[in-house]
């Protein structure tokens, strides 16, 4: 797959030039980037509200807008470097 549907359904694993792999799902609007080197969650890392994919393309930046939890900041444009791989995460066989 080469790139991640911006409509709101789906789960996506997908992976950059960093090696991070940002987890995607789009029916529950949420995202959680995984560490590079072993796939455990980032130190404090927990669900961030997903609010658009702005980009997700293979060797494209990988570009989202997000809610943190920070005072007074209503969303955040967060962009990671170039997409190695995208993954629809299925259930089931």
């Not at 789960?11 to 529950?28: K, N």
């Not at 949420?30 to 997903?50: C, H």
Request: hydrophobic letters at 40%; proline letters at 8%.
């Amino acid at each position: 797959m080469t790139t991640a549907p911006t409509s709101s359904a789906g789960r996506f694993r997908v992976e950059t030039a960093s090696g991070a792999i940002y987890l995607l799902d789009l029916d529950a609007h949420t995202m959680i980037r995984m560490k590079a080197d072993s796939g455990d969650p980032d130190v404090g890392a927990s669900e961030t509200s997903l609010i658009e994919v702005v980009d997700c393309r293979i060797g494209r930046p990988l570009r989202l807008l997000v809610s943190l939890p920070l005072p007074g900041i209503v969303q955040t444009k967060w962009r990671a470097t170039p997409v190695v791989s995208i993954e629809e995460i299925t259930d089931g066989p």
